[in-house]
């Protein structure tokens, strides 16, 4: 029980999972279209692996950062992004 009180949604993290989904395909699901992004044109998805790999290790995100922001981003701005992949659903 004592754990549980001094784990921190925040503080306790140790990194972040992101995850973009897209439709690719003429005339995407309606029921589908608050939770992907539609693109309609043909996608080169070996191109966009390739390009996916370039994202992956260390980089300064200090563009990203709000100006005003005293917190850990402007402080220590270089993030690492350990993998990244493209999946086909």
Known sequence: ??????????Y???????S????LGPVMDPLQRLSRFHEHRPVDLTRLR????ELEGR?????FAN?????????QPWRTIHKV???AE
């Open 50 to 53: 390739q390009a996916a790999r």
């Open 59 to 63: 980089h300064n995100f200090a563009s």
């Open 85 to 87: 992949d493209v999946v």
């Open 20 to 23: 973009y989904r897209l439709y």
């Open 12 to 18: 306790s993290s140790q990194g972040k999972v992101y």
């Open 67 to 75: 100006r005003n922001d005293k917190g850990a981003a402007k402080k």
């Open 1 to 10: 029980n004592n754990e549980l009180k001094r784990w921190h949604a925040i």
